[in-house]
């Protein structure tokens, strides 16, 4: 299943991730660009934080003052992780880039433990993540924060992955896979069924608010 990983980032949700290589014994890579490695800094490192939950990272980010665009970068990275079950976001598996002292994440990469690549299958859409935190109380804390900074789900996740075109990157390694492959496929699209649900539901309830408040 982690050979899935060279062509996850044709899933195209207008999020962006580093490309995947494949080695001969079918392990997946992601290619870092080498132009920018050098100013590359892993977010254990600027964040001073070998491991925390979302709250202690993101309270680290405001502790050094990070942009909007940083902080926008920061949660569309953990409802992309939500969306594919990526369980193994640890504070190495992220970025960020340095370049003229400006500050920017980089691209997503390491997506090799997502989507039950090393479990069994099962229909729960709250799993426990890499940070100890369970994916719906991460998918709170990224709806409270977009509604606070004014970040639009369609923004943060521009485009939505349908069944079939999920299905179609996944077929040529069904035979490699221990999970069922529509069954994963239906996990996908539950979840963003849920993301959507949940940020629409905050938006009907400021929109009720802003009514009574007339």
């Known amino acids: 299943m ?94 960020f880039i340095i370049i003229d002292k400006c500050l920017d994440m980089y691209e997503l990469y390491d997506h090799g433990l997502s989507l039950f690549s090393t479990t069994k299958f099962k229909p729960d859409l709250n799993f426990l993540m890499r940070t100890r935190d369970y994916s719906e109380d991460v998918l709170d804390f990224c709806i409270k924060k977009s509604n606070g900074l004014h970040f639009k789900l369609k923004d943060l996740l521009p485009k939505q992955v349908s069944f079939e075109e999920l299905k179609n990157i996944m077929y040529p390694f069904e035979s490699r896979i221990n999970n069922s492959v529509d069954d994963i496929c239906h996990w996908v699209v539950s979840q963003q069924d849920n993301i959507i649900t949940k940020f629409r539901q905050v938006d009907n309830d400021n929109l009720v608010f802003r009514i009574h408040n007339l």
């Open 2 to 95: 982690r050979s899935f990983a060279k062509n996850f980032e044709r899933l195209h949700l207008g999020i962006p991730c580093a490309r995947a290589g494949l080695l001969d014994d079918e392990r997946a890579y992601s290619v870092i660009d080498e132009r920018v490695k050098n100013n590359l800094v892993h977010a254990c490192d600027l964040l001073k934080l070998d491991e925390g939950s979302v709250y202690d990272i993101y309270d680290k980010l405001e502790r050094i003052n990070v942009n909007a665009r940083i902080k926008f970068r920061f949660l569309q990275m953990l409802l992309f992780d939500v969306l594919t079950r990526q369980v193994d976001r640890n504070m190495t598996n992220f970025s």
